[in-house]
């Protein structure tokens, strides 16, 4: 694995963003923690961003908010490009409590290559102070994407999960799944819930599109994807992507955007 960056850890009020730009390829970060708030974005590739609590899969036009001190890991599951911004804790007020995955406006992303080449040895008064300040006022108005993936360490759901992550596109319904874990399907409809805040049919949906975004960057047709996910027809599987982030799947086709 590879070890944490240490601009995270950065504490000074003068510096409102602090910044860094890594290139991985097929690698992941040790887990780790930081008194900084990170804007934690990838300009090239699918990341994943794994917490406690729940996985985000992030892909280039958007990224995750993690709030000071919260654990996470990063995994490149192909080579990605990442640019990330730091917010010190004295300048929190009104960003998000909790993580989340935003989209990111071309303003914001224009703003975030800036303080990277800008750096981090910037004055505390001037165009690039008032530039890092602006970072900080655009990130007051994230508006959040549904690709978060909430997980659970009840140990039937848990056994749920982890099968359906290994193959999602397992076609069993919950009755099939309760008799496998020892419950009933009304017991186990209502732990999801309670665990997740999602139905069953909900969560298994935004697994599955998790993993069709990371296999349409990966280069798979919408077609392959749609059938190996499970859907009867690539229109089934249009409507799901549409539903969920209100474009189609072939925004996120590598083969269609070459």
């Known amino acids: 694995m590879l070890p944490p960056s240490t ?43 794994i917490t406690s609590l729940g996985t985000w899969l992030v892909p280039s036009t958007q990224a995750v908010w993690i709030p000071s001190m919260i654990e996470h890991q990063v995994i490149a599951t192909e080579a990605i490009a990442i640019r990330s911004v ?6 929190s007020g009104g960003l998000p409590s909790d993580c989340c995955v935003i989209a990111v406006s071309p303003l914001l992303r224009e703003l975030i290559l800036r303080a990277v ?20 006022d655009e990130l007051r108005q994230m508006k959040r994407a549904p690709l978060h993936l909430p997980m659970s360490r009840h140990p039937k759901i848990r056994k749920v999960m982890d099968a359906l992550v290994e193959r999602p596109a397992d076609p069993a319904k919950i009755e099939a799944w309760a008799k496998r874990v020892g419950t009933s399907a009304r017991s186990l ?27 349409l960057g990966q280069g798979e047709s919408v077609t392959q994807v749609a059938f190996e996910l499970g859907y009867q027809s690539g229109s089934a599987f249009a409507a799901m992507f549409r539903t969920e982030l209100g474009v189609s799947p072939k925004c996120y086709s590598l083969q269609d955007s070459g």
């Open 7 to 49: 601009t995270g850890q950065i504490l000074n009020p003068d510096l409102p963003v602090v910044s860094i730009a890594i290139d991985l390829e097929r690698e992941q970060g040790a887990p780790h923690t930081h008194p900084r708030a990170q804007l934690l974005y990838s300009i090239e590739g699918v990341m994943r961003v």
């Open 86 to 91: 730091y917010v010190d804790p004295a300048w």
């Open 117 to 136: 080449k800008i750096g981090n040895s910037y004055p505390s008064v001037g165009p690039e102070r008032r530039l890092m300040e602006v970072i900080v």
């Open 189 to 215: 409809s209502r732990l999801f819930v309670k665990e997740t805040g999602m139905s069953f049919g909900a969560w298994r949906r935004r697994l599955r599109l998790m993993e069709a975004i990371e296999r």
